[in-house]
């Protein structure tokens, strides 16, 4: 499949100045460009966008929907990570870990061993991370705050998993500023669970921030920003009868 030219540079141009963003953010901030890690979300978006945005230059793509990484990643891109961002039903946890690379939204204990079972099946090891609701909203998914720090504590170890962090959405609120606590109390449950050894010694990550509140995620530590439609323009969503 050849790619839309007008399309690749169109989807190179918004990325680019996405990473302007968050360059700028990062200097305002005292923290380097290169420890934010941009994830293009393609959600809604046709498989002709995945093969422009590769063409564009993006390596690390993100679904909300299994179903959709399955229609466009089912098929190992070389070079292409693959983020599942959001929620997963339990029955479709082994498609998740046959096609995902990161997985942003575990919440049990449940989840984190059926997928270290299928992680081990499978011969792979899975990159994890714990997401965490705090915003308070009921719509969202992910641990209560108040429970988030023993239940970390309380986990075992996990052969083939690796715990890397956590994630967190913003308040739906429409200002970014008000997301500014939620990330801030998120950054400090990573650092107060973060320790040298055993294991969270490799839980180094924060996925925070979308297109309206990157800025915020970033002065606040995130290390992946998770950005659809400021790339990717609008989304498309199927009529409804």
Known sequence: MIPDIYRVQELAANALHVQERIETACVQCGRRKEDV???WVSKTHPIEDIEAAVCAGATDFGENKLQESLEKFSI?????TV???GPVQSNKWRKAVGVAD???S????????KYNMLSAELGKKLNVLIQVNTSGEPSKSGLCMDNADDFLRSLPDFSHLHL????????NTGVAEDSREGFAW?????DHIRKPDGAFAAFTELSMGMTDDLEIAIAEGSTMVRVGSA???KRTYPSRS
């Open 231 to 233: 790339i990717f323009g």
């Open 164 to 171: 890397r962090g956590l994630m967190t959405i913003g308040k």
């Open 106 to 113: 575990a919440g049990s204990l449940d989840e984190l061993l």
């Open 102 to 104: 990161w997985i942003h």
């Open 37 to 39: 890690r941009l994830i």
């Open 76 to 80: 190992p891109r070389p070079g292409i």
């Open 186 to 190: 998120l950054r400090g449950l990573r």
């Open 83 to 85: 983020h599942l961002i």
